[in-house]
Nanobody
């Protein structure tokens, strides 16, 4: 059973930075794709970044140029570096993993970490 634990959330002023971490257990992390999603107040949960087992990355337009995702397979950990944070980035951030070549519908997700950006 895959378990994911996020950390690093908190309260930050607009323009500030946070780094989220997510450590996985129960799977062969190096062959999993990993992702970050967020749920902002009043909005549906959205997928914001993917880092593939190959190392390729995808960012949704709203975070391009500000967020960077990376992974350390030796530590079974995926990171999300968030710079130039905006109030609209406020929400609960979740990390997820899936075996490569499967769909996100069957992914495993963590419990989430709260990020609050004050204006």
């Amino acid at each position: 059973q895959v378990q994911l634990v996020e950390s690093g959330g908190g309260l930050v002023q607009a323009g500030g930075s946070l780094r989220l971490s997510c450590t996985a257990s129960g799977s062969i992390f190096s062959i999993d794709d990993a992702a970050w999603s967020r749920q902002s107040p009043g909005n549906q949960r959205e997928l914001i970044t993917i880092i593939y087992s190959s190392g390729g990355v995808m960012y949704t337009n709203s975070v391009k140029g500000r967020f960077t995702t990376s992974r350390d397979n030796g530590k079974n950990t995926v990171y999300l570096q968030m710079n130039n944070l905006k109030p609209e980035d406020t929400g609960v951030y979740y990390c997820g993993t899936r075996p490569r070549d499967t769909t996100w519908a069957g992914a495993s997700w963590g419990q989430g970490t709260q990020v609050t950006v004050s204006s």
